[in-house]
């Protein structure tokens, strides 16, 4: 019929499970969450904070290689720092000789020129340097270095008398006398000088200074000067 009312909607507004706030709005109620057994969640480590500081100091540790690398190439460049270097002068032997109780007794006397090549680095030679005479594996005598400072570019001559005494020497000497037969005897010079470089007004650590000159004599009589027939001479240091 004209002029009915439509019939109320069967539809609810609402759904169900929910309610109205004060203002009409509908608010829905969550289920309440239940814990399901045997579920984990993440919990914050303590390592984080530890596996930063590991990262932090190995950065640390880079970055202060690469200035100690950056301060030792630029003191390279404006120092330019050389080996020094010997040469062997002169050798004369002033004693060699068996003694009753069979041992060899060696008396030499060496004069080396120590040359520092370097224009800016001063060499302090300390205590305990060695210069020593070897034939083979054995060795005869034995001296000691003085102890001097060596300026820039300079060269300096050292007179080094070497003692030694070898037990059981018989064999070495007959060793020794058939080789001066030849007129070619092989000694080993070998030099260990510690010593402490000088930069400007700086004096750095102690290194060592090793050395080793390979030479041929032609006699190894007493009280002769040794004619050097050949020489070769290698350095190297050691920190």
């Known amino acids: ?14 759904p169900p499970g929910s309610s109205r706030s004060e203002k009409g709005i509908p608010l829905h109620h969550h289920p309440p969450v239940r814990a399901i057994p045997g579920a984990t969640f993440p919990i914050p480590r303590k390592g984080s904070c530890f ?20 301060s030792v190439g630029i003191l390279y460049l404006v120092f330019k720092p050389k080996l020094p270097d010997y040469s062997v002068d002169t050798l004369s032997i002033s ?9 060899l007794y060696a008396k030499f006397d060496v004069r080396i020129t120590a040359n520092n090549p370097n224009k800016k680095i001063g060499i302090f030679y300390e205590k305990g340097g060695r210069l020593s005479v070897w034939y083979t594996n054995t060795r005869l005598c034995e001296g000691s270095l003085p102890q001097f400072y060596q300026g820039h570019q300079n060269k300096t001559m050292l007179n080094v008398s070497l003692t030694g005494q070898v037990q059981s020497g018989s064999t070495l000497m007959t060793a020794l006398q058939q080789q001066q037969q030849t007129g070619r005897v092989p000694l080993d010079l070998k030099v260990h000088a510690p010593v402490s470089i000088k930069l400007g007004r700086l004096k750095l650590r102690k290194v060592s200074v090793l050395g080793e000159c390979m030479l041929v004599v032609d006699s190894l009589a007493s009280n002769n000067l040794v004619s050097i027939k050949a020489s070769n001479c290698k350095f190297r240091m050691k920190l």
Do not use: Q, Y
Not at 2 to 13: I, K, N, Q, S, Y
Not at 63 to 69: A, G, S, W
Not at 95 to 102: E, G, P, S
């Open 1 to 14: 019929m004209v002029g009915e009312a439509a019939p109320p909607p069967t539809t609810p507004l609402v």
């Open 95 to 103: 004693d060699l000789r068996l003694n009753f109780d069979m041992s």
């Open 51 to 70: 596996c930063k500081c590991i990262c932090w100091t190995i950065s640390l540790l880079v970055l202060l290689l690469i200035i100690i690398v950056a």
